[in-house]
């Protein structure tokens, strides 16, 4: 079955809107790095921020104890709604399925709560913090801001959790009695993740992220959201005013990998999979970790000739909503007809990376590549009618 995406929300350190921020990226821009640091902890990290400004005006009572996390998958998510032309009311309101994609969770409230009880005993548990530690409290808080009472679902994952979650949104679909689904990535950054990440030996210290560089210096994480809505054919998409609705043709399920090494061959067989096709473009998810050289592996292996992007430079990686992001940047391209260039890339690198704006007028599909640090491996491909 092929669903339309009928809108887009996008919540990012470049600012939010999903025009305003691909108009950024096509121009080369990368947004700044902020350093965070913690009081029990004796370094800082340099991560990328979603600006305050772009939450102003998100006013509903039930943000008001609810974690950024929440906050960023609001403003995506009402911004997918608004841009597909769709106004939750009592008529439709159980017509909408909603599925949250999440990585690390609330980990800033999670990390307040347990830090009172450490500290001040367990008396001191706040009844008020201890609903934003579970891993389905955005989505609970979504769903009541945005007035959706249609089946609601988490999905727990790494960087590939995105896409997963579009997979089984397929599956939601084959119910009749729902018309949308949104689905919803988000992620917010803290102190506490980079450090582990730090220990895991896939961050680094300072910007740029090196994609596809032959010393693997790590990520700097990042955080905001990423939402779509999806929608069954022929209903009209909002992607129909650029010449014809953007669809997922093709969801691949991914895989897991137990050990590092293992990654580019389950890659190498999505890409088989996903590429029955001829395929103009590949959005990556390289990172400056291990995971570009699985990528490149395989892309060379399969579709040497097909041009690659990456956004993790310019945006930083952002784990719960990076797979998202690279759908609504597979998508974007698609319209548009173009791909940012690649910023901080090695220019001897054998792919075909798009080092500078390149127009892409006839293409027709793309492969959003998701792979995960933490094992997790998925793919699909978009295409354009």
């Not at 959201?225 to 992607?239: E, F, H, K, W, Y």
Request: net charge negative; glycine share 10%; aromatic share 6%.
């Amino acid at each position: 079955m092929s669903l339309a995406i009928a809108g887009m929300g996008w919540v990012t350190p470049l600012g939010n809107g999903v025009d305003p921020v691909w108009d950024r990226l096509l121009h080369g821009d990368e947004a700044p790095t902020t350093a965070i640091s913690e009081k029990f902890g004796d370094r800082s990290y340099r991560v990328f921020r979603v600006p305050e400004s772009v939450l102003t005006g998100l006013t509903h009572p039930r943000l008001r104890r609810a974690s950024v996390i929440s906050r960023f998958a609001a403003a995506a998510g009402l911004e997918a709604l608004k841009a597909a032309g769709v106004k939750v009311d009592s008529q439709n309101a159980g017509r909408i399925a909603l599925i949250f994609a999440i990585s690390n969770g609330g980990v800033i409230y999670t990390k307040r709560f347990y830090r009172d009880v450490v500290e001040m005993g367990a008396q001191s548990a706040s009844p008020l913090l201890f609903p934003e530690t579970v891993f389905n409290a955005p989505a609970s808080h979504l769903a009541a801001i945005l007035g959706v009472t249609g089946i609601t679902y988490t999905v727990v994952g790494d960087g590939a959790v995105g896409l997963l979650a579009i997979k089984m949104a397929e599956d939601v679909m084959t119910d009749e009695s729902l018309d949308y689904c949104l689905i919803v990535g988000t992620e917010e950054v803290d102190w506490l993740l980079c450090d582990a990440y730090r220990r895991w030996r896939l961050l680094r210290s300072v910007p740029p992220i090196e994609p596809f560089g032959k010393q693997k210096r790590g990520m700097i994480l990042s955080e905001g959201a990423g939402a779509i809505l999806l929608a069954r054919l022929p209903r009209r998409s909002v992607a129909e005013a650029g010449g014809g609705p953007i669809t997922i043709e093709h969801a691949h399920p991914g895989g897991c990998y137990g050990k590092r090494g293992g990654a580019e061959e389950i890659l190498t067989q999505m890409l088989r999979d996903l590429s029955q096709t001829e395929i103009d473009f590949v959005v990556s998810s390289a990172n400056g970790t291990f995971i570009d050289q699985a990528e490149q592996g395989a892309l060379e292996e399969v579709i040497p000739d097909a041009l690659v992007y990456t956004a993790k430079p310019a945006l930083g990686e952002s784990v719960g909503a990076s797979g998202l992001w690279q759908v609504i940047l597979g998508a974007q391209a698609l319209r548009h007809g173009e791909l940012p260039p690649v910023l901080h890339a090695d220019l001897n690198i054998s792919l075909r990376l798009s080092l500078s704006r390149m127009s892409l007028a006839e293409a027709r599909q793309g492969i959003v590549l998701s792979s995960g640090v933490n094992q997790q491996v998925a793919g699909l491909r978009l295409a354009i009618h």
